[in-house]
């Protein structure tokens, strides 16, 4: 069974940044693909950012290229989402993703931690 855990989901104002973490237990974070995918009111929950098992291939939405960076920490079991740049549409559920597949699909999800981009 594998835990994800949320946290540094705010309320920052457009072109501020936000470091969201999420801890992992259970399973090593290199052991599986790994990410970041959101939700807005009314919307249905979309890809973020996501790294490879090996971590040598890191993919984003359009969105947010540029902007965002995923990263990984196996030494502390983290997955890190640097979102620079934050505009009004990035406001929404951010929710961490563990053994990420083809469709939007992933085996583990986390609790999610909001953000909150006002313009």
């Known amino acids: 069974q594998v835990h994800l855990v949320e946290s540094g989901g705010g309320l920052v104002q457009a072109g501020d940044s936000l470091r969201l973490a999420c801890s992992v237990s259970?399973?090593?974070?290199?052991?599986?693909?790994t990410g970041w995918f959101r939700q807005a009111p009314g919307k249905e929950r979309e890809f973020v950012a996501a790294t490879s098992m090996s971590g040598d291939k890191t993919y984003y939405a359009p969105s947010v290229k540029g902007r965002f960076t995923l990263s990984r920490d196996g030494a502390k079991n983290m997955v890190y989402l640097q979102m620079n740049d934050l505009k009004s549409e990035d406001t929404a559920m951010y929710y961490c993703a563990f053994g990420i597949s083809a469709g939007s699909k992933a085996d583990y999800w986390g609790q999610g931690t909001q953000v909150t981009v006002s313009s």
């Open positions: 259970g399973r090593t974070v290199s052991s599986s693909a």
